[in-house]
């Protein structure tokens, strides 16, 4: 997609934040031209969109799991009454919340991209959703999207709480740490997401498809029975009811 700059003379010396609104607003624009004119995405850039985005959270996810300490080490604080947990510093909270916030990217995109007036043309939904095939895995890939966000957001948000609420008054406490697994879960589990989204892309184009030909084959039959039933009368100079 490409972005046009359409440089003022008043806007050209104002500061940074200026420059940012125009940037937006023609992006805005741009993205408006390019959902009704020539620059229109297709199938396959919704796609791949889908894909990337998914796979991004995978990487993102499994990074996470790994680099998740096994555990924090006590610190007994000087009261003599509790424990203070150290633990290493490691990106397990940003990547798992990058992971997240690219699952739920991946599934709006697959979501949209079903619904899409590609070529200028809509579906109704409830087309899309006569055909069981595409019900089904539509709403398996809704549910495993959900699955996928609940596995990676529960370690993420513990594993948060465990550093920031590190001080515990049990001296036995063993600074335990996110529960293993549950990172490299959510992130198999997003990946699946966005490759069920790509087939219910794919069981949605053959249902457009098969709608417009529908509507075609509707078109022509009634073009075919208007001609056979009237017909141009150069005596009267009308046109006539009937077989000629």
């Not at 500061?15 to 940037?23: D, M, V, Y």
């Not at 966005?194 to 053959?206: G, V």
């Amino acid at each position: 997609m490409r972005v046009f700059l359409v440089p003022n003379h008043r806007t050209r010396n104002r500061g940074r934040g200026s420059s940012k609104s125009i940037l937006i607003f023609n992006i805005f624009l741009c993205f408006r031209f390019s959902t009704h004119g020539a620059m229109a995405a297709t199938v396959k850039q919704m796609s791949l969109i889908v894909t990337v985005l998914g796979v991004v959270s995978f990487i993102l996810g499994v990074v996470a799991e790994n680099k998740k300490p096994p555990a924090g080490t006590p610190v007994p604080g000087s009261d003599g009454l509790s424990v203070t947990c150290k633990y290493p510093a490691d990106p397990t909270v940003a990547l798992g919340y990058l992971s997240v916030a690219f699952l739920v990217a991946s599934t709006v995109a697959g979501y949209l991209s079903l619904f899409y007036p590609y070529k200028g043309k809509s579906v109704p939904h409830g087309v899309l959703f006569r055909h069981t095939t595409f019900a089904v895995f539509f709403n398996i890939a809704l549910f495993t999207a959900g699955l996928a966000a609940a596995m990676l957001l529960w370690p993420t948000i513990t594993e948060q709480l465990h550093l920031s609420r590190n001080v515990h008054h049990n001296l036995n406490y063993e600074c335990p740490t996110a529960k293993t697994g549950l990172l490299g879960g959510g992130a198999f589990l997003s990946l699946d997401s966005s490759l069920l989204w790509l087939i219910a892309l794919m069981l949605a184009d053959n249902a457009r498809e098969d709608f417009f030909e529908d509507v075609e084959d509707s078109d022509r039959g009634e073009c075919a029975t208007a001609s056979s039933e009237a017909y141009y009368d150069a005596d009267t100079g009308s046109v006539v009811k009937g077989s000629a």
